[in-house]
T-cell receptor, first 110, second 114 residues
Framework: EDQVTQSPEALRLQEGESSSLNCSYT??????LFWYRQDPGKGPEFLFT???AGEEKEKERLKATLTKKESFLHITAPKPEDSATYLC???????????FGKGTKLSVIP | NAGVTQTPKFQVLKTGQSMTLQCAQD?????MYWYRQDPGMGLRLIYY???????DKGEVPNGYNVSRLNKREFSLRLESAAPSQTSVYFC?????????????FGPGTRLLVL
């Protein structure tokens, strides 16, 4: 069965303490791997799309990478405003549907 | 440019009542989606519309109906609400020229069924 698994479920970091979130996938025919950020009480906000192994994308303190088995969201020197739930999702060949993982809740403590 | 808008923001229903959740997008996107989000379950696709005039079932369609009213609007109807439909509902759209499958989400409708 095609699926994505996110780990850890929750992560607490001190402000400035860099870390990574993981999204491992077992998907045949992966078209794209997506990262979203979701703040409490709001809809998911698009961050990145990755299409091929070795691809990297950056936005401020966030960098997303993709291998043949997993994707990482690296957070460098996080700030309290980076606290949110981060979701990964995949799309398959021939479809624009996204299937989401359960998310990692990140808390950054001042 | 409002993006994706949803109404209402919050609704309380009694078991057996019906209601329609409204969604509109102003990005000229072809595809629109309805998801529900429950604690521990993540986002699950209810129905989607790949283009105006078409709709298809997603992962959890039972108990719901949809209407793609025009290119901008996609509504979700609960004919006879059940407590199991208590959830947060999100509408999304996709179809940018440069990135067809990236989905943009609305702010959500919080539904409580008593």
């Amino acid at each position: 069965e095609d699926q994505v698994t996110q780990s850890p479920e929750a992560l607490r970091l001190q402000e400035g303490e860099s870390s990574s979130l993981n999204c491992s996938y077992t998907v045949s025919g992966l078209r794209g791997l997506f990262w979203y950020r979701q703040d409490p009480g709001k809809g998911p906000e698009f961050l990145f799309t990755l299409y091929s192994a070795g691809e990297e994308k950056e936005k401020e303190r966030l960098k997303a990478t993709l291998t043949k088995k997993e994707s990482f969201l690296h957070i460098t020197a996080p700030k309290p405003e980076d606290s949110a739930t981060y979701l990964c999702a995949w799309s398959g060949a021939g479809s624009y549907q996204l299937t989401f993982g359960k998310g990692t809740k990140l808390s950054v403590i001042p | 440019n409002a993006g994706v808008t949803q109404t209402p923001k919050f609704q309380v229903l009694k078991t057996g009542q019906s209601m329609t959740l409204q969604c509109a997008q102003d990005m000229n996107h072809n595809s629109m989606y309805w998801y529900r989000q429950d604690p521990g379950m993540g986002l699950r696709l209810i129905y989607y519309s790949a283009s105006e005039g078409t709709t298809d079932k997603g992962e959890v369609p039972n108990g719901y109906n949809v209407s793609r009213l025009n290119k901008r609007e996609f509504s979700l109807r609960l004919e006879s609400a059940a407590p199991s439909q208590t959830s947060v509902y999100f509408c999304a759209s996709s179809g940018e020229e440069a990135n067809q499958e990236t989905q943009y989400f609305g702010p959500g409708t919080r539904l409580l069924v008593l």
